[in-house]
């Protein structure tokens, strides 16, 4: 076999630039050996994703199988330690959390929303989780009851009749309009015809899968990257959500709190009005751009999870007749007669707590959660250094089997001993 003819030159700088590839593929290879911790062996710029099974959540399962609580992975040349020891994570997600992994992963790429509060960073995260806060307390929820009711009945009435003609249906178109209402109505305080927030929901955390492959092969070229202005999350959506608010403003501005434009009526404010839009030097409030990336992110992150637990709740239910026979009578002794459905009645139901609590353990609508060390620190033995990513694999962690007797079972009655156990709502 011939070689081709190149300078002597040539040679040599396609062997440095070859040798340079691998070592720089590998380089970040090889932290767990001197941490002492085990876990799947990385191939070069690949890591171990998906070692021992195509589907994420399924790989971290098996990895839990093989190396047990506590393992370390690549994700592309990326370390992660996977964390499954609830003593660990008690540690690390509550008692540490305000110290030292206050942070969650961040990608760089994050274009408009680079001060979400999911992207957000130390006192910034902590002024803007002040400021979000009051959304979900107790007395905002009972606000926004009616809302919710009003949207029920109409899910309600759209279902019936399929119901009675036994049409197949998909459950969760009907469910994402639900519950996409439901949010336009809490957020901006209108409601509008869902399909078009549902498209800019259903994609704004479907990464580019090359641009993804990028900043994880090559975060050297990530300041490039931001420069040139790539971002992994799409910029229609944050401007479709920023639009929406100016339009907002603008009618409120002209003293119109109650209109009509087409299929899109405004007739409430509730989570526009609570982020009060104060100059940055201030620090107490958010800016007009802080408002319009935490609402993108509510609207956007809260529709795909809260529909895909109703579905998956109702699945459950289907498929265990039992259980759905038991909650439905519970149903009918809270409310009977067909007795309006009240805030406080509803809080009552302990086997609709459990159907939930069983539904969510067995479909976590996040699969995976994920903090930042911001320092080296070493917990329970533990060493963790400065900058690595910490994964907790959710979904293994609730079908791991030493904590949940028949892990792969749907059984709702787990919660309620729990409860009688512990003395304490689960």
């Given at each position: 076999?011939?070689?081709?003819?190149?300078?002597?030159?040539?040679?040599?700088?396609?062997?440095?630039?070859?040798?340079?590839?691998?070592?720089?593929?590998k380089?970040?290879?090889?932290?767990?050996?001197?941490?002492?911790i085990?876990?799947?062996?990385?191939?070069?710029?690949?890591?171990?994703?998906?070692k021992?099974?195509?589907?994420?959540?399924?790989d971290?399962?098996?990895?839990?199988?093989?190396?047990?609580?506590?393992?370390?992975?690549?994700?592309?040349?990326?370390?992660?330690?996977?964390?499954?020891?609830?003593?660990?994570?008690?540690?690390?997600?509550?008692?540490?959390?305000f110290?030292?992994?206050?942070?969650?992963?961040?990608?760089?790429?994050?274009?408009?929303?680079?001060?979400?509060?999911?992207i957000?960073?130390?006192?910034?995260?902590?002024?803007?989780?002040?400021?979000?806060?009051?959304?979900?307390?107790?007395?905002?929820?009972?606000?926004?009851f009616?809302?919710?009711?009003?949207?029920?009945?109409?899910?309600?009435?759209?279902?019936?009749?399929?119901?009675?003609?036994e049409?197949?249906?998909?459950?969760?178109d009907?469910?994402?309009?639900?519950?996409?209402?439901?949010?336009?109505?809490?957020?901006?305080g209108?409601?509008?015809?869902?399909?078009?927030?549902?498209?800019?929901?259903?994609?704004?955390?479907?990464?580019?899968?090359?641009?993804?492959?990028?900043?994880?092969?090559?975060?050297?070229?990530?300041?490039?990257?931001?420069?040139?202005?790539f971002?992994?999350f799409?910029?229609d959506?944050?401007?479709?959500?920023?639009?929406?608010?100016?339009?907002?403003?603008?009618?409120?501005?002209?003293?119109?709190?109650?209109?009509?434009?087409?299929?899109?009526?405004?007739?409430?404010?509730?989570?526009?009005?609570t982020?009060?839009?104060?100059?940055r030097?201030s620090?107490?409030?958010?800016?007009?751009?802080?408002?319009?990336?935490?609402?993108?992110?509510?609207?956007?992150?809260?529709?795909?999870?809260?529909?895909?637990?109703?579905?998956?709740?109702?699945?459950?239910?289907?498929?265990?007749?039992?259980?759905?026979?038991?909650?439905?009578?519970e149903?009918?002794?809270?409310?009977?007669?067909?007795?309006?459905?009240?805030?406080?009645?509803?809080?009552?139901m302990?086997?609709v707590?459990?159907?939930?609590?069983?539904?969510?353990?067995?479909?976590?609508?996040?699969?995976?959660?994920e903090?930042?060390?911001?320092?080296?620190?070493?917990?329970?033995?533990?060493?963790?250094?400065?900058?690595?990513?910490v994964?907790?694999?959710?979904?293994?962690?609730?079908?791991?089997?030493?904590?949940?007797?028949?892990?792969?079972?749907?059984?709702?009655?787990?919660y309620?001993a729990?409860?009688?156990?512990?003395?304490?709502?689960v």
């Amino acid at each position: 076999m011939n070689l081709p003819l190149f300078a002597l030159e040539t040679w040599i700088l396609l062997i440095t630039f070859t040798c340079l590839f691998v070592m720089y593929g590998k380089r970040t290879f090889g932290i767990f050996e001197k941490l002492g911790i085990s876990g799947p062996k990385p191939t070069m710029y690949f890591g171990s994703i998906c070692k021992y099974n195509n589907v994420y959540y399924l790989d971290d399962q098996e990895c839990a199988q093989k190396y047990g609580k506590i393992w370390g992975t690549y994700e592309l040349r990326k370390p992660m330690l996977v964390v499954m020891d609830p003593d660990l994570l008690r540690t690390i997600l509550v008692k540490e959390c305000f110290t030292h992994f206050t942070n969650r992963r961040n990608f760089y790429l994050n274009g408009d929303l680079y001060d979400a509060v999911n992207i957000a960073e130390d006192d910034d995260w902590r002024r803007i989780r002040n400021v979000l806060s009051p959304l979900f307390t107790t007395g905002r929820i009972k606000q926004i009851f009616s809302l919710m009711k009003r949207q029920s009945s109409k899910l309600t009435s759209s279902l019936e009749p399929k119901a009675e003609n036994e049409e197949v249906i998909s459950i969760k178109d009907f469910f994402g309009a639900y519950n996409m209402n439901v949010a336009t109505g809490v957020l901006f305080g209108m409601e509008m015809e869902p399909s078009l927030p549902i498209k800019h929901a259903s994609k704004l955390f479907k990464f580019p899968i090359p641009l993804f492959m990028i900043q994880g092969c090559f975060p050297i070229l990530l300041p490039l990257l931001q420069l040139m202005g790539f971002s992994l999350f799409p910029r229609d959506s944050f401007a479709f959500v920023k639009k929406i608010v100016e339009k907002i403003r603008a009618e409120r501005d002209g003293g119109s709190h109650q209109v009509c434009t087409g299929r899109t009526r405004t007739y409430t404010s509730t989570a526009i009005s609570t982020f009060p839009a104060f100059s940055r030097s201030s620090r107490r409030g958010l800016t007009d751009h802080e408002i319009v990336s935490q609402l993108t992110v509510l609207l956007t992150g809260g529709y795909e999870t809260s529909t895909l637990a109703l579905t998956l709740s109702i699945y459950s239910l289907a498929t265990n007749p039992g259980s759905m026979n038991r909650l439905q009578e519970e149903i009918d002794a809270t409310f009977p007669n067909g007795a309006p459905v009240t805030y406080e009645a509803l809080m009552q139901m302990e086997y609709v707590d459990c159907v939930i609590n069983e539904c969510l353990r067995l479909y976590p609508p996040a699969a995976r959660l994920e903090r930042t060390a911001k320092e080296t620190v070493e917990i329970s033995g533990i060493t963790i250094p400065r900058n690595m990513t910490v994964m907790v694999p959710i979904f293994a962690l609730h079908r791991d089997p030493e904590h949940w007797p028949e892990p792969e079972e749907f059984k709702p009655d787990r919660y309620d001993a729990l409860q009688r156990r512990n003395g304490v709502k689960v």
